[in-house]
């Protein structure tokens, strides 16, 4: 009763611009290919639904891919450079400039390097690259997180670094580690789409070419039912994510 | 170094911090001997501890303890509050020692059910540590200290956070633990009523210099009997150890 009552409000107000979008379509007779009104788009969702799942599938796929390269290379450099503030000091500005360097603008060069006919492995290598720095931040984060205390009761017998590492730093860093991936998660999203849009066409059909395709050709419901599936694909990954955190924060503290 | 009448020791020990000097401070404490250090904040109290237990090096002096305190789980250390791992359960908590220094399996499982019956929570074992009371979460701290049966037992103001029917239950837990396998103890606490009632030794430390201001035998035996805190040599001692402090707290003139 009390999640209903959580859930009316974002429902009512997504109803209500609904409703507004689709008068404001009819009465200004606006022609569909500049703005569709919410029921075309919902058509088109439903005629569509076969292919644009497929995309959908193809995308998703793209993204976890990436959010696994991303997480076992973010996390583990990460692991490696907490055990030196030398080896921190020498990566944290290459992740720095990793990060705000647009992803658009490094595109074209590793479809190069993964060739023309390989633009899979360039949609997962650029969206990897954006997922990498949330995630990297978030476990070296958590790795230096633990409280003094404990890690001077490890000074104390003498634990070796493995063992601080495995007992202590790890455990503390798991709810940063999953906020990070979290937030990567969404950027994974971005990312495989920013990087289909680049990389063209090729064996890759994911959402991000049906929003292309559909563009050209003015189908401009067919485009929104895309994004609609974007939007999905995005809240899924979070919602997943964010459970697992939540869990992990509950096994803490009871809440 | 051997010597069998001492169980750690400070030597002109001084540590020169960012901000100001402590010490030089004399200390020593015998096998089995159970001392409290009283002193205002920043008194050096708690510099004092971590130089026993050989987690800070003094930048002048020595602090020695002998070759039972010094092998690993030799000594222990009890922080202001429990410091458990939030994600391990209470008898994963009271193993760590064990884990850390080499013993593994069953024989730490043991140990560690042994050490937290010994405080009263043999049947809390599962407890995470949100799930316990103040109290309960320092006597599993309690139980981790004593799972390795140290020779040396270091406390930083364990029961500063509790309330005082706590603190009080917890300091004769803390005397009928310390009479089983007779450890050597420094307590370090802001109250003095806690201090006399707890320990044989009251070390005064001066707020100024971080040196030993003054040191009082208290009078009696441990642990105390039913109704000491209303003896008159108990409440004697205690008006004593608070001149002390209040002397050791003026500022140098």
């Known amino acids: 009763m009390t999640r209903l009552r959580a859930l009316l409000p974002p429902i009512l107000l997504i109803a209500l611009l609904l409703l507004v979008w689709e008068a404001a379509c009819r009465l200004l007779a606006l022609p569909s290919y500049f703005l569709p009104p919410p029921s075309a788009v919902a058509v088109a969702l439903v005629q569509r639904a076969p292919v644009l799942a497929a995309s959908a599938l193809q995308t998703f796929w793209m993204a976890i891919q990436a959010l696994l390269v991303a997480a076992i290379l973010g996390g583990g450099i990460a692991v490696l450079v907490s055990l030196s503030t030398a080896a921190e000091r020498a990566v944290r500005p290459l992740a720095i400039a990793l990060q705000v360097t647009p992803i658009v603008a490094i595109a074209p060069l590793v479809v190069i390097w993964f060739g023309l006919d390989n633009a899979q492995g360039a949609v997962v290598a650029l969206a990897a690259a954006v997922a990498f720095f949330p995630i990297f931040s978030g476990v070296l984060t958590g790795l230096q997180s633990a409280d003094p205390d404990l890690e001077r009761l490890f000074d104390l017998y003498g634990a070796s670094r493995l063992q601080r590492l495995a007992r202590l730093r790890a455990p503390t860093a798991l709810p940063y580690a999953l906020e990070g991936l979290r937030v990567a998660s969404g950027f994974a999203v971005i990312g495989a789409v920013v990087a289909e849009f680049v990389s063209g066409s090729g064996s890759a059909q994911g959402l991000a070419w049906r929003i292309l395709e559909a563009g050209n050709r003015l189908r401009t419901a067919e485009l929104l039912a895309a994004l609609c599936w974007l939007t999905l694909l995005g809240l899924i990954l979070n919602a997943a994510i964010g459970a697992l955190a939540r869990r992990s924060l509950r096994d803490r503290t009871g809440r | ?253």
């Open chain 2, 1 to 253: 170094m051997a010597d069998p009448t001492t169980a750690a020791s400070l030597h002109g020990a001084l540590v020169r911090h960012a901000a100001r000097v402590i010490g030089p401070l004399d200390l020593t404490v015998a096998p089995g001997e159970i001392v409290a250090l009283v002193g205002a904040s920043g008194a050096g109290k708690s510099t004092a501890l971590r130089l026993l237990a050989g987690l800070e090096t003094p930048t002048e002096g020595r602090a020695v303890t002998t070759a039972e305190a010094a092998r690993p789980g030799g000594t222990a250390f009890v922080f202001q509050s429990a410091t458990l791992m939030p994600w391990a359960d209470a008898l994963t908590n009271v193993a760590l020692p064990l884990d850390l220094t080499g013993v593994a399996g069953p024989e730490a499982r043991r140990r560690a059910i042994e050490a937290l019956s010994a405080v009263g929570l043999g049947d809390r074992l599962d407890a995470k540590p949100f799930q316990l009371s103040g109290g309960m979460a320092m006597r599993v701290s309690l139980a981790r200290a004593l799972v390795t049966r140290p020779r040396l037992l270091l406390l930083d103001e364990p029961f500063a956070a509790l309330d005082s029917i706590t603190r009080r239950n917890l300091i004769e837990d803390l005397h009928g633990l310390w009479t089983e396998t007779r450890p050597a103890i420094v307590f370090v606490t802001h109250d003095v009523d806690e201090a006399v009632y707890l320990a044989q030794r009251v070390v005064v430390l001066d707020a100024a210099t971080g040196s030993v201001a003054a040191a009082l035998q208290t009078p009696g035996v441990l642990p105390r009997p039913a109704g000491w805190r209303a003896d008159a040599a108990y409440r004697r001692t205690v008006e004593a150890v608070a001149e002390a402090l209040s002397r050791a707290m003026e500022p140098a003139t």
